[in-house]
């Protein structure tokens, strides 16, 4: 038998109990259960399926079709949320069988938790169907439904009644008494925590502010910033650093005339270059008139 496939039967009287666990493909070893399955109700457990792909769909149609033959009459029960997706999807994938119990997904988005509900068919009601409320075992919570209730409940429709429910349930009691838990929680694969560590991992940091600093003359600079500026660091700009209600370009606590201490180099340089232009321009003009 395959690690990913794994199957067991058991007899009573004329109710033969299969489970299958693990993955159906196109490993699977369903042709060898044939000769192991007689005539009589055939109760078959798929709560442990975790996946079927195509090839496990065809033959499992095709086995399921030779049981029936046979003289079994299926009964499916616990069907996982992939075999419930099957159900919905293939027209043919329950054969004349039904549908008894199965599993309803589930999600708590403040614990980031999965949960699985056992559903009984009977149990549902008619049309429309809903969700029976689930609660989260960790924050105790409502969990939100990991599906749409019209397309996972849509197999519900074409449902019939099991003939001898009673007989039934004594089997599944015998060969899977489980422990007396409808739910079963199931680990988000891949996710990740959403603790603050994970947190503070994952989000891009950060480049502090720079940093202002007094010197002993009044104001200082650093590497990138301009003469007489009162903002250090590389790339810094004027406002940050300020501290609200006071004016840009001012160290908090300092003297009314910081600013203008600050920027009267900047003044004075602007003043000679005007005066430079103006001679200039007078020079030209005289030269000008004493050409003609």
Not at 61 to 88: F, R, T, Y
Not at 188 to 216: E, K, N, Y
Not at 228 to 251: E, I, K, M, Q, V
């Amino acid at each position: 038998m395959s690690q990913k496939f794994q199957a067991t039967v058991h007899q009573r009287d004329d109710v033969t109990f299969v489970k299958l666990a693990g993955v159906i493909d196109e490993d699977n070893e369903l042709s060898d259960l044939v000769d192991k399955i007689g005539k009589g109700t055939c109760v078959i457990d798929l709560g442990e399926v975790e996946r079927i792909n195509s090839c496990g769909v065809r033959d499992w149609v095709n086995w399921l079709g030779k049981i029936e033959s046979a003289g079994a009459e299926v009964v499916l029960v616990e069907c996982s949320p992939a075999i419930v997706a099957q159900i919905n999807l293939v027209n043919n994938f329950t054969g004349k069988g039904v549908v008894k119990s199965f599993y309803v997904p589930y999600f708590c988005p403040e614990c980031d938790e999965e949960k699985v509900l056992l559903c009984e068919t009977a149990d549902m009601g008619p049309p429309p169907h809903e969700p029976p409320t689930c609660r989260c075992d960790e924050c105790d919570l409502v969990m939100d439904f990991d599906d749409m209730p019209d397309s996972y409940f849509a197999f519900l429709a074409n449902q019939k009644k099991i003939a001898d429910a009673g007989k039934v349930d004594q089997v599944i009691s015998e060969f899977n008494p489980g422990d007396g838990e409808k739910s079963k929680i199931r680990s988000r694969v891949g996710s990740t925590s959403l603790s603050g560590a994970s947190l503070s991992s994952s989000l891009p940091s950060v480049p502090s502010l720079p940093s202002i600093s007094r010197s002993s003359a009044g104001l200082g600079t650093g590497a990138g910033s301009r003469p007489g500026s009162a903002f250090t660091g590389t790339g810094s700009r004027p406002g940050f650093g300020t501290s609200p209600g006071s004016n840009p370009g001012t160290l908090p606590g300092s003297p009314p005339d910081a600013r203008a201490a600050a920027v009267a180099p900047r003044s004075g340089a602007v003043v000679y270059v005007l005066v430079g232009v103006l001679v200039l321009a007078i020079v030209v003009l005289g030269v000008l008139l004493f050409a003609k």
